[in-house]
Structures are given as C-alpha cells and as structure tokens.
C-alpha cells in the first residue's frame, strides 16, 4: 500500500533528511529505543525517539529552504539542482505514486460509503454503535494532521532534489547531489568504487544500472562492447543519476591491494607553514590523471631539487587528505622527519627549494594501514606530533562514511600546543555528536589511554615515529586490546 509505504524509510535515507547520523539512529535501534525492520525505520518512530526534533534546524530542511530561496542562482542551479530532465523524470515518478495512491484512496472511500450505507440499513443497537465508531474515527483521522506529515513531505522533496543510490553486492548507499557524477557522489560517501582516469576514457569505471535510469552529464570516448551496451553498463565518472532511486552493480576496492600502483606528476598549488617544525603540501593532479588511493595511505613524492649531482629527491608521505578528493592531495612535512628516505625532500622543502608551481611526481600508493569500512564498533584514533597525516584522512573518511558508533581522537605532541591544526580537530568536536577530542603531552598519553576501559571494544589506529609509537602499541597489547583490533602506523 503506498500511502503506509511511504512512511517507512532507509536508515540512510532518515539519516539524510532529518540531519542525524546514521549512527545514532543504529544506536538507538541496539538500545531498543527505535523499532526497525529490515534494516528501515517508520517516520513515526523517529519523531517519537527524538521528541526534540526541529525540522527547522535540520541541515535538510535548511538545503532545502536554501534551494528555495537561491533556486535562480546560477551557481546553484549548477551545483545544487538536478538538471531539467532529472527534476521532470523524478517529478513525473512522484506524480505516478500519487495517481496510485489516489486511486487507492478512492477506492477506500467507496467502501467505506458502502459500508455506511449497509450499516445506516442494519438493525440498531449494534449497527449504530458502529456507525458512531466510523464516524468518529474518520473525523479524528481528517481533523488532525498525520504524525510525521512534514517528514514525509521533506522527503518527498528531497526524493526530486537528490538520488538515492544502493550499491551491490555491498549494499552500501550514497546521495547524489544535483548534476553531480555518480562517481563523484560515490567518492564523497566514502566509497571506493574501481576506476582510473575520471574521464571518460579507460573505462574503468563501469558500472551495470540493475534499476533505475541514468543520465550522460560529461563527455566521453570509452566504447562499450554490444555485451555491455545489452547489459546496460554506464560510466560513473560520466554519468548522474536521473531517477530518484537508482540501484548499481559496482566493482569495488575492498583492500589496499585492490587499488593498482600509479605514477602521476602532479603541479605544487600550494605550501603552507603549519608550524615551525611543519609545512602543508597542496598538490594538484591533472584533470585526467587522479590518484586514486585508499585513506590512511603514504605515497612517494619526488622532485628535481638540483641536489648533488641533480638527481631527483624522493621521500615518503602519508596523503593527510581524503580519498574523496582524488584531485587534491595534501601532505604535512616535518622537518624532523625520522625516515631516512624522506630526511632529504623534507630537507629541501624547508630550504625553500621546492616551490609553488614545481612538478612533483607522486607514486604510490602503499601501505595497508586503512579503515575497516564495515566495522561498527567505536574508532580511536592516536596520533603522536605529524603522525596527525594519516589520521587526518582517516578521520575525514571515517565521517564520510558514518559507520562507526563514536569517534575519539587523542594528539600527542612533546611541545605544548605542538597540534599544528588545534581548529580543525574542535571543529570536528563541536560539529559532530560522537566525536570526541583531547591534546595532550606525550607523557600523559599512556595514563589517559590505560584510563580509557573502552579501548578493547574499540578498534584503534595509532599513527606517528617509531619510538612513541611502538611503547604505546606495545603496552596497548600487554593491557589486554585484541591484535586486530590495533592498527599502526609507524616510521
Ligand atoms: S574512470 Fe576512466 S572512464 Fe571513468
């Protein structure tokens, strides 16, 4: 029945409109404080599990009335706005669930009239009693507006304003925002669908459309075989999504080794003085040529520094960016770098002979120290002075992907205020409800952390220089934390 079904929806998909994370609605479900079935919940029961709901602040209900205000701004219209044949087919599918949903109706209303009329011809005292029970359930039903109608009405908005798209065989779920790729959007949710050059050329990035309907919105010059074309594969990197639910088979990087090696020459954009002792690389790669990487991992930079006998200088970074932004990259370089290998690039940087503009190639990625997508339990994150890189792209994916129950971060830094980027880590605190984060001396750290009773249900990612890092690994271990459940990074 479509009017009942409307009232249910995806945990993602209450997520997106009412402006909670997904997480807590799953807690909430744990805690038995929110009925779910089939992994959905009833508009009803949101509301009832957050009686202090405001639609007023939710960020959906803000997009929206946003989209209303601005909805001639070009740049809005650009960005945020489906295009003119997304918003008719999306509206067009609306107006057929509300023909079907009429006729329903009008078929109620017959019989509840039939049933009038036979119960208005019955025998009283029975028939009227009825009669006064139908009576006054209709005028409750009419008089008073449904619980959840404003819910149900933001999502039929949101329902033409952006896609919902389902993953298979993982089942994992994104949004597409206006015109949007299908391979952007993914990316952004913390995806890591197979692809290569982001440009319509390697194919790389196909994808089979099992339901729904999907839109060219770039160029490309990739030819699919007849086989393809009959199973109707399209590009991600070149196709949006113009049905409000679309459902794709995608190939997908479950592992570090699912991601092929790559060598790319990327532009300096960027240098950025963090602290005394770290600098911030913004490196740019070309438009068809991206990294593609999974979060957490190092790569190798190298350039031509006219060092000695003027061969390149090489070193190795962890990419302090999100793999959300494969165009973007960005590296935090410490002038104590530890790793031999990288000492001399770190050398160069802060003599000021890597400049804004230079060719650096980047090669890579390596390293398997990456997010468990799939794991629900809470996420630690330590990072001991630049060991911040990696857990800075970690965490960036980790709110992307908004699987985990609860994200704290511990900074470590032997030099009072040595956490180089203070505002970010309280902007992410004060932003999300689960995030929790300390800075603190290097000392302090084993205290705090044997404190902590809820590290061993946790999975926890420790990242920084060898020596700090391995006494707190190791210590960690000797406290009880199960082997697997302790990832480290460490140089
Ligand atoms: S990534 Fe190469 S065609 Fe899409």
């Known amino acids: 029945m479509l009017g009942v079904m409307s009232q249910w929806l995806t945990l993602s998909r209450a997520a997106h409109l009412l402006g909670i994370s997904r997480v807590a609605l799953q807690k909430r479900i744990r805690d038995g404080e929110l009925p779910s079935f089939d992994g959905m919940v009833t508009v009803d029961d949101v509301q009832r599990a957050w009686p202090q ?3 007023d602040e939710s960020g959906s209900f803000e997009k929206t009335r946003a989209i209303r205000e601005d909805a001639f ?3 809005l219209r650009e960005r945020v706005l489906p ?3 997304a918003l008719a087919q999306r509206l067009f599918a609306q107006g057929q669930e509300l023909a079907e949903l009429q006729r329903t109706l009008t078929r109620y209303h017959t019989l509840l009239e039939a049933l009038r009329a036979r119960l208005d011809a019955a025998p009283p005292p029975v028939a009227a009693d009825l009669a006064q029970l139908l009576d006054e359930g209709l005028a409750r039903a009419l008089s008073a507006p449904a619980p959840g109608e404003d819910v149900v009405a933001l999502d039929a908005m949101l329902r033409v304003m952006s896609a919902h798209v389902t993953v298979k065989p993982s089942g994992r779920e994104f949004f597409v925002e206006g015109s949007e790729t299908l391979l952007k959007a993914a990316l952004r949710a913390g995806l890591s669908p197979n692809y290569g050059c982001g440009n319509g ?3 790389l990035c196909k994808a ?4 729904g309907e999907t839109r060219s919105v770039a160029p490309s010059d990739y030819r699919f075989s007849e086989a393809e074309k009959a199973q109707d594969h399209v590009l991600m990197c070149a ?3 113009l049905s409000s639910d679309l459902v794709l088979e995608v190939l997908e990087a479950g592992a570090p080794e699912d991601i092929p090696e790559q060598r790319i020459v990327a532009k300096l954009r960027r240098i950025d003085t963090l602290s005394a002792d770290v600098m911030r690389l913004h490196l740019q790669t070309p438009r068809s040529n991206r990294l593609r990487f999974l979060a957490g991992q190092r790569v190798t930079l190298g350039i031509r520094a006219g060092v ?6 090489h070193g190795e970074f962890s990419v302090a960016s999100c793999p959300c932004d494969d165009r973007n990259l960005i590296f935090h370089v410490s002038r104590h770098d530890r790793r031999a290998a990288s000492a001399d690039f770190s050398a160069c940087l802060f003599d000021g002979r890597i400049r804004i503009a230079d060719d650096v190639s980047v090669w890579g990625p390596w390293g398997s120290f990456v997010l468990e997508n799939t794991s629900p339990r809470p996420l630690v994150f330590i990072a001991v002075e630049d060991g911040f890189a990696p857990i800075n792209s970690l965490i960036e994916h980790a709110i992307a992907v908004d699987a985990a129950e ?3 971060l511990y900074w470590a830094s032997a030099q009072p205020g040595g956490q180089y980027l203070p505002n970010q880590c309280r902007a992410w605190a004060e932003a999300l409800d689960e995030f929790s984060y300390r800075a603190l001396g290097v000392d302090e750290l084993p205290a705090v952390l044997a404190a902590n009773t809820a590290l061993a249900q946790s999975d926890v990612y420790l990242a920084g220089a060898a020596p700090s890092i391995d006494a707190i690994a190791t210590a960690l271990l000797a406290a009880g934390m199960p082997p697997a459940r302790l990832h480290v990074e460490a140089w």
């Open 406 to 408: 609860s994200i704290t």
């Open 239 to 241: 196709c949006t999504a």
């Open 308 to 313: 000695g006998d003027g061969s390149d200088v």
């Open 201 to 203: 050329v390697c194919g």
């Open 208 to 211: 089979r459309v099992v339901a």
């Open 73 to 75: 701004a070009r740049r």
């Open 83 to 85: 295009t003119q044949e």
């Open 53 to 55: 709901l405001d639609l």
